[in-house]
T-cell receptor
């Protein structure tokens, strides 16, 4: 399967600060990037979809100005949580895909805790 | 969007086959059935996918009924490391030629010694 990395794997930040999460597809070019978040004991929730070089499409209820997604290259996408608050504490997972993406892969996830 | 229904939890003895059912009675003709699993605090892992025919790979087999309204994921010889939440997902077309994957609550499979 494809190799996907996320950095950092976990982060603790203070309320009001911004946090950037990087996602890299190490052995293939991702034309599309999906970002998910997962709260404890819940399933994954799709936040947004981005295609390389274009603006992300956000799911209903996800604030685009709070969760900034950059997909500047085919191997790197970033998610920035701006002005983080404790309710943003979650497990954030990226999922790069290519072409028809019959096999969609996922990153290992980033655990964000906002204090 | 087509939805899936899975049992909340299942148990299986180590070495035995684990059969995980999924109901997707409203699936459309061009929608695929995907299976992923998630081990605690990790990203989901792709297992297998299919459209109409049964599929098999090194991890599992996927049996899709002829009317495509349900499917079963089979882990032929379950091990303790197969303990995870298993998600059955119907792929919704969207985003140019790429579909989005929406996750339900999945089935917690526990393999016991």
């Amino acid at each position: 399967g494809a190799v996907v990395s996320q950095h950092p794997s976990w982060v603790i930040c203070k309320s009001g600060t911004s946090v950037k999460i990087e996602c890299r597809s190490l052995d293939f070019q991702a034309t599309t990037m999906f970002w998910y978040r997962q709260f404890p004991k819940q399933s994954l929730m799709l936040m947004a979809t981005s295609n390389e070089g274009s603006k992300a499409t956000y799911e209903q209820g996800v604030e685009k100005d709070k969760f900034l997604i950059n997909h500047a290259s085919l191997t790197l996408s970033t998610l920035t949580v701006t002005s983080a608050h404790p309710e943003d504490s979650s497990f954030y997972i990226c999922s790069p895909a290519r072409g028809e993406a019959y096999e969609q892969y996922f990153g290992p996830g980033t655990r964000l805790t906002v204090t | 969007d087509a939805k899936t229904t899975q049992p909340t939890s299942m148990d299986c003895a180590e070495g035995r086959a684990a059969n995980l059912p999924c109901n997707h009675s409203t699936i459309s003709g061009n929608e695929y059935v995907y299976w992923y699993r998630q081990i605690h605090s990790q990203g989901p892992q792709y297992i297998i996918h299919g459209l109409k025919n049964n599929e098999t790979n090194e991890m599992a087999s996927l049996i899709i009924t002829e009317d495509r309204k349900s499917s079963t994921l089979i882990l032929p010889h379950a091990t303790l490391r197969d303990t995870a939440v298993y998600y059955c997902i119907v792929r919704v077309p969207g985003g140019s030629t790429l579909g989005r994957l929406y996750f339900g609550r999945g089935t917690q499979l526990t393999v016991w010694p």
